[in-house]
């Protein structure tokens, strides 16, 4: 049997029970329906599906949004992450997700998610920027 892999298909080609799974998952996760019987009602689909889709079914929304996903090591000093972000504000991109580690031996990991599409300048010549800012010890783009 070959690794499973996944597949991007278009919803208008697939059969209604995996459009009726999403929905279902997104009335739960969106707390308007109070559990999964209701959830597959409002749906229109049997429980015993959505039992067997749920766990493969996922809703992928595209959308000309760019994202870059960065990676830094920041000295353990004030003011260093403000620098970072001012350059990524003073550049229009901007902050999705950020995730920071404590410090360790004077430097702290930030890994950092920015919509750049909103972005004055490139994702490269962003990234030459942040590059510059003093006490950025390392950045790069995580692919």
Do not use: C, W
């Not at 760019?66 to 403000?82: I, Y």
Request: charged residues 20%; glycine residues 4%.
């Amino acid at each position: 049997m070959k690794n499973d892999y996944y597949m991007l298909v278009n919803s208008k080609v697939l059969p209604e029970v995996f459009n009726g799974v999403i929905i279902a998952k997104e009335l739960l996760a969106l707390g308007k329906a109070a559990n999964i019987s209701k959830a597959v009602k409002i749906a229109g689909i049997s429980r015993s599906a959505y039992y067997k889709y749920k766990d493969f079914v996922f809703r992928y929304e595209f959308d000309n949004r760019h994202e870059v996903t960065l990676s830094a090591v920041l000295s353990d000093r004030a003011g260093v992450f403000s620098a970072m972000t001012a350059v990524l504000s003073k550049y229009g991109a901007n902050i999705i997700t950020v995730n920071q580690n404590k410090p360790i031996s004077g430097a702290a990991s930030v890994t950092l998610t920015v919509r750049t599409d909103t972005a004055k300048i490139s994702a490269s010549e962003l990234l030459s920027q942040l590059k510059s800012v003093d006490g950025i010890i390392s950045i790069k783009e995580v692919l």
